[in-house]
Structure formats: structure tokens, C-alpha cells
């Protein structure tokens, strides 16, 4: 099992279940979205710094422990990215009204 891929998703998981019980919310059909797009995003930056530790290794010959730092600092400013455009997308949900909004707050948690 490969754990840079599969940790992300557990704490992800975790972290998203007791958000939206902290916000009194209850798990719907939007949050189950949410939490889909949260896991995508966990999967994706875990392969991200994956396929950067090998290329560091194989194409550069870096060592594994200095693969791992010098691959996880060069791609924190994308996964960062990643992480705030995806939560940027999300802000028009936070301030919709209208009778169907209150369905989809959950899903910005």
C-alpha cells in the first residue's frame, strides 16, 4: 500500500468528518461531494511529491532522505496552489442564498 497516497485520504477523512460535525452540519449528498473533491486533491499532491521523489532519484541521483526534502520543498508552492484555487472555487457557494443555498453549504466545509 502506498502510504504518501493513502495517509493524505486518511487525514483528510478525518479532518472533513469532524468539520462538518464541529459546524453542526450533517453529512448530505453536497458534503459527500466535498469530501470526493477533498480525497481527488489528497491523491493528486501525494502522487505529485511521489513522482518528484523518483525523478530527483532516478534522473538526478539524489539520495532517498535528500529526495524527500528537496522534492517535498520544490512542490509545496504547487500543491498550495492546488489547494487554494480549489477553495477560492468554492467561496460563491459560502455566500449563495436562495431556497435551494442552505443544501449546499456543506459542501465548502
Not at 497516497?5 to 468539520?19: D, E, S, W
Amino acid at each position: 500500500m502506498n502510504t504518501p497516497t493513502v495517509q493524505p485520504i486518511l487525514k483528510a477523512l478525518i479532518g472533513g468528518v469532524v468539520v462538518v460535525f464541529l459546524s453542526g452540519d450533517t453529512l448530505s449528498i453536497a458534503s459527500l461531494v466535498g469530501f470526493i473533491t477533498l480525497f481527488g486533491i489528497a491523491t493528486r499532491n501525494g502522487i505529485i511529491l511521489i513522482s518528484h521523489y523518483s525523478h530527483l532519484m532516478t534522473e538526478e541521483g539524489v539520495g532517498f532522505r535528500d529526495a524527500i526534502v528537496q522534492g517535498s520543498m520544490e512542490r509545496l508552492s504547487p500543491i498550495l496552489m492546488t489547494a487554494l484555487v480549489t477553495g477560492v472555487g468554492l467561496i460563491p457557494w459560502l455566500w449563495a442564498w436562495g431556497s435551494q443555498a442552505r443544501r449546499f453549504n456543506s459542501l465548502w466545509l
